[in-house]
């Protein structure tokens, strides 16, 4: 809980195992009881996208069990990383360099059908590059945030927002300044009930000591052509 920009009542995600995943490359459904996760394979030296399931214990803590194999459409020697998925839960937009993309990491598209999900699609080169596209992220109304290093911006990974029109995006637009910056501009998240508060991460230079963690509040809300100016 962030609270006053202090974090209050901390709690260990998981009491019953470590969690060695990669958190910015996460995504929860509406009910907090599914988790699709990024897992680095040794055996293939790839990551891929697994699913995990809570189960309630004593002490609110509960259980994470992590299914052994990825998702059915993570096969090959491709990085499937970094899933998103709507609020309703039937869509998930990952990033992936596998065949098909334009080049670099793109953003692919796959739904869900019945509880199986479908053979991922490329967003198109309205959105993607021939350099990289990471870190989806899609709010409450399913528009598109994600980071480019391909698109035109400020410098190194920018945030750009895409409007979601019913069954497809429209163009980005970069959030421009103060979000944007020279440097790594990544991992937007917006908080999907008020749509006021987001988190995002800036990476100066290489290592850990770099990085660090913003959050930003919009005080005047009308949807991504709003927040983009």
Known sequence: ???????????????????????????????????????????????????ASFTPGDGGQGKWTIDENPLGFCSGKAIFTHPALSADGRIMIFASNQPGSLGGMDLFITQNEGGTWSQPKNLGDAINTKANEMYPFLD?????????????????????????????????????????????????TMDRKDGKSAFYTIKEKAGRKSVSLLKISMTEIGGPDKLAT
């Open 1 to 51: 809980m962030v609270k006053d920009n202090n974090t209050e009542n901390l709690k260990v995600f998981s009491s019953s195992a470590k969690f060695p995943y990669p958190i910015d490359a996460v995504t929860f459904t509406r009910d907090y009881k599914t988790l699709y996760l990024t897992k680095y394979s040794a055996s293939e030296g790839t990551e891929k996208i697994h699913k």
């Open 140 to 188: 409450s109304e399913n528009n598109l945030f994600y980071s480019s290093d391909g698109l035109l911006g400020l410098g190194g990974y920018d945030i750009f927002v895409c409007k979601f029109r019913g069954n497809t995006w429209e163009s980005p637009i970069n959030l421009s300044a103060p979000v944007n910056t020279q440097f790594d501009d990544v991992a937007f």
